[in-house]
């Protein structure tokens, strides 16, 4: 026990000091979040231009409506309308006033133009041409306001009273107020739990691939330069490859504690609880033992390699795995106790990453939380047993690199 100590507390202190330890512990979070948030706060920033937007009304009756409830709405930081409406008209024909709109296009006098036709009233449908279709907030600002005027066109034709109706159907604003099993209540919104669960999945994500890489390369540059084989002769091989996971999972340990550290600080500074105690606890859990299982895999996989090269595909692989819930990161969220999600849950390789997404939004049952920490820490003791016999032969093993069929031997018979 004594050895693998000391091998812990070698690769603890030399990876401590090394300045990728120093640069990633501060330059991981600001990466993290600000690839969680940076793209909602942009998403969510209006422009501070006012975009002339073109309008080919063939009805006749839109457009000059349109341009009024448009500049009413929507207005920039300053007071300014957020767009204005200009009435092409029809003047010689639609084909000619396409032209002429095209042209404006052309010359940067137009963000865009729309083309209502004169049968919208049954068809539904308006065109909107621009050289940069992919802003989809004017094509629903514009398609929702012309839908509103004729839905009042309509009643009016009917002979209803479209202000009152008006008055009748003003927007409705939804505040979300979340309720823990205990019945307290805090007031959130999905944007602010979609990022909690986000960023914390990205941690974990960047945690193992930066630990996997340094445990990897740490063997292959110890096998290149024949030191394992003097490591070896003062201790076993389970003692050496235990101290390296035990001293990079110290180096975790003091990485988690740092930033939760600032996250409180945070929360104390700001006044808002960004995560609940219990969440942050349970998180911990499962960073911790999610770690180990994939400590033990990079072990296995990165044991018998002996270039930096093969360690860097041995690295890619495996941190796919966690690849795989960011995709469904939206779908989990918005229904977490979905049955594909709760089975996705009980897959070991993906279990941290599903639990740490799925328990900001809503906690799961404590039996599947018991459950799955239970399955995780066999999986992850299972996997270090596998990966020591593998590590005990592959270890000195140089040269081609074995088969799938040797590793499996190795497993069986080490």
């Known amino acids: 026990m004594s050895?693998?100590?000391?091998?812990?507390?070698?690769?603890?202190?030399?990876?401590?000091?090394?300045?990728a330890f120093l640069i990633s512990l501060l330059l991981m979070p600001l990466i993290v979040v600000g690839m969680g948030v940076l793209p909602g706060l942009l998403a969510s920033k209006e422009d501070d231009r006012t975009l002339a937007i073109?309008?080919?009304?063939?009805?006749?009756a839109l457009a000059g409506p349109l341009?009024?409830?448009?500049?009413?709405?929507?207005?920039?930081?300053?007071?300014?309308?957020?767009?204005?409406?200009?009435?092409?008209?029809?003047?010689?024909?639609?084909?000619l006033r396409r032209a002429e709109?095209?042209?404006?296009?052309?010359e940067d006098q137009l963000e865009g133009f729309l083309v209502i036709p004169s049968e919208v009233r049954d068809s539904g449908q308006v065109i909107y041409r621009a050289r940069n279709v992919g802003n989809f907030r004017i094509q629903e600002r514009f398609s929702r306001t012309i839908e509103e005027l004729i839905t009042e066109q309509r009643m009016s034709a009917e002979g209803l009273d479209v202000r009152r109706i008006r008055e009748l159907t003003a927007d409705i604003s939804l505040r979300s107020i979340k309720v823990d099993e205990k019945g307290e209540e805090s007031e959130t919104g999905f944007l602010q739990t979609f990022f909690t669960s986000y960023i914390a999945l990205m941690m974990l994500m960047f945690m193992v691939m930066t630990s996997g890489q340094l445990l990897i390369r740490s063997v292959v540059e110890e096998k290149q330069n024949r030191v394992i084989e003097v490591l070896l002769s003062s201790c076993s091989p389970r003692d050496l490859m235990a101290g390296k996971i035990l001293g990079l999972s110290g180096l975790g340990l003091v990485q988690l504690g740092l930033w939760a550290l600032g996250l409180i600080a945070v929360m104390l500074k700001t006044g808002q609880l960004v995560a609940a105690p219990d969440v942050m606890l349970l998180t911990l859990a499962y960073f911790l033992l999610g770690y180990m299982l994939y400590a033990g895999i990079f072990v296995?996989?990165?044991?018998?390699?002996?270039?930096?090269?093969?360690?860097?595909?041995?690295?890619?692989?495996?941190?796919?795995?966690?690849?795989?819930?960011?995709?469904?990161?939206?779908p989990a969220m918005q229904n977490p106790d979905a049955t594909y999600i709760r089975v996705l849950s009980f897959i070991p390789l993906l279990t941290p990453a599903f639990m740490v997404l799925r328990m900001p939004i809503q906690m799961p049952p404590t039996w599947e939380i018991g459950a799955t920490l239970g399955l995780l820490a066999l999986s992850a003791v299972g996997m270090m047993w596998v990966a020591g016999k593998i590590f005990r032969i592959a270890i000195l093993v140089y040269g081609k690199r074995p088969s799938f069929?040797?590793?499996?031997?190795?497993?069986?018979e080490g």
């Open 54 to 60: 073109g309008v080919i009304d063939e009805t006749g």
């Open 101 to 106: 709109a095209v042209r404006l296009l052309s």
């Open 3 to 19: 050895k693998l100590f000391t091998v812990a507390k070698w690769e603890f202190i030399e990876k401590v000091k090394s300045k």
């Open 67 to 95: 341009a009024q409830r448009i500049e009413e709405k929507y207005r920039n930081e300053v007071g300014q309308p957020q767009y204005l409406v200009r009435n092409l008209g029809t003047d010689g024909g639609s084909d």
């Open 405 to 412: 069929r040797q590793l499996w031997m190795w497993a069986r």
């Open 300 to 330: 296995a996989a990165g044991a018998p390699v002996t270039t930096e090269q093969e360690a860097q595909q041995i690295t890619s692989y495996v941190s796919l795995m966690l690849v795989f819930p960011i995709v469904l990161a939206v």
